[in-house]
């Protein structure tokens, strides 16, 4: 399990449930040990106390604790606010070795990133494509962990590319062309670049980010090929959960 979720100190600012929670419209029921623990050990939850709550996918709003027993949390709900609207923007990750894959995870769930690309580029390590922490299960507990620190329900897609060119010949193009609605800029982060990278984009937007070793020359002329503009944070190199967090703040 991550260590986050053993961590008492994170913040859980909702209590993200799902539909198998419900046991009426406005009524839930919480069993499983990591969020009774946090009930317990991070709200100090005491009967009657309200907490923020929301349900997977849809709204969010207060809950009264009705019960707290040894495995169970009862709350009534009233549900009546949309989550924070989410960022437009689609995420290309370069696959990051594990733990900073989860961190990275968290950060752009909470900063409302919905549509992330984990992207396989020279530099990414062959290995880190059978870490544990891709598996579905795992890269769920960082979204989750992201959602709830945001106040959010919409649950990013995860998608995985294991193979770079196919990805930008095949698929980037569609991507950048959508049948329907405002065609994205497509983004590369890459240090050195002659351009700053734009700040507060109305327009929605595929952001590209590299591996703890950065693209090679070959990667970022295929971006450019594809429509994307190449840009720079400065001349600090940050590490990737610092270069993405950076980049999202920039441009939402
Ligand atoms: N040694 C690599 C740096 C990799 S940092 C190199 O020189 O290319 C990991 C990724 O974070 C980069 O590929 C880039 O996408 C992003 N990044 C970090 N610092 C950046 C900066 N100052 N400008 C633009 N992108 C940056």
Excluded at 179 to 188: F, N
Excluded at 241 to 250: F, H, P
């Amino acid at each position: 399990m991550h260590p986050a979720l053993h961590c008492p100190g994170i913040a859980m600012n909702l209590i993200l449930l799902g539909a198998d929670d419900l046991t009426a419209q406005d009524h839930a029921r919480v069993t499983d040990p990591r969020r009774l623990r946090h009930l317990r050990e991070v709200h100090r939850a005491n009967v009657g106390d309200e907490m923020t709550l929301g349900v997977e996918g849809g709204l969010i709003g207060r809950g009264r604790l009705e019960r707290l027993d040894a495995d169970s949390a009862e709350f009534s709900l009233t549900l009546d606010r949309q989550p924070p609207a989410p960022l437009d923007v689609h995420l290309l990750l370069a696959l990051p070795r594990p733990r900073m894959l989860a961190r990275s995870l968290e950060h752009v769930t909470a900063l409302g990133v919905k549509h992330i690309t984990l992207l396989h580029t020279r530099r990414v390590e062959k290995s880190y494509w059978q870490s544990p922490e891709l598996k579905e299960d795992k890269i769920r507990q960082h979204l989750v962990l992201g959602l709830e620190q945001a106040r959010d329900t919409i649950m990013p897609t995860v998608t995985h590319e294991k193979l770079f060119k196919p990805f930008v010949e095949d698929r980037l193009p569609a991507l950048m062309t959508p049948a329907s609605g405002t065609p994205p800029r497509g983004i590369i982060a890459h240090p050195g670049m002659p351009d700053e990278c734009p700040r507060a984009v109305r327009e929605p937007v595929i952001l590209a980010i590299g591996p703890e070793g950065g693209f090679v020359d070959y990667e970022v002329e295929k971006f450019m090929a594809a429509g994307f503009e190449g840009v720079h944070l400065g001349e600090r190199i940050l590490r990737v959960e610092t270069a993405v967090t950076a980049l999202l703040a920039r441009l939402g």
